[in-house]
Nanobody, 119 residues
Framework: QVQLVESGGDLVQAGGSLRLSCAYSGDTGYISDMAWFRQAPGKERDLVATITTSGARNYALSVKGRFTISRDNAKNTLYLQMNSLRPEDTAVYYC?????????????WGQGTQVTVSS
């Protein structure tokens, strides 16, 4: 079993920065890709950024150039550095991991952390 716990969400003014963290624990040796998603009120959960075990990154167009995803496997932590924040970035941010412990991909989610950007 893998557990994910996010932290770092806060209220910040537009133009500000935040760094989200996602600590992963349990049987972490089978985690492959990891990602950050976000869900604004009344909207679907959207992909923000992904990172593979080799460090390859992809970003949603809306955050490219402003957000940076990274992972520290020694510390079992996934990060999302968010700069130049905009009110439209307001959402609950979720950490995601693909867990292959059982030989098939299992989706693992954290509980979410609230990011609110004021104008």
């Amino acid at each position: 079993q893998v557990q994910l716990v996010e932290s770092g969400g806060d209220l910040v003014q537009a133009g500000g920065s935040l760094r989200l963290s996602c600590a992963y624990s349990g049987d972490t040796g089978y985690i492959s890709d990891m990602a950050w998603f976000r869900q604004a009120p009344g909207k679907e959960r959207d992909l923000v950024a992904t990172i593979t075990t080799s460090g390859a990154r992809n970003y949603a167009l809306s955050v490219k150039g402003r957000f940076t995803i990274s992972r520290d496997n020694a510390k079992n932590t996934l990060y999302l550095q968010m700069n130049s924040l905009r009110p439209e970035d307001t959402a609950v941010y979720y950490c995601y991991a693909a867990d292959w412990r059982l030989g098939v991909e299992k989706d693992v989610w954290g509980q979410g952390t609230q990011v609110t950007v004021s104008s």
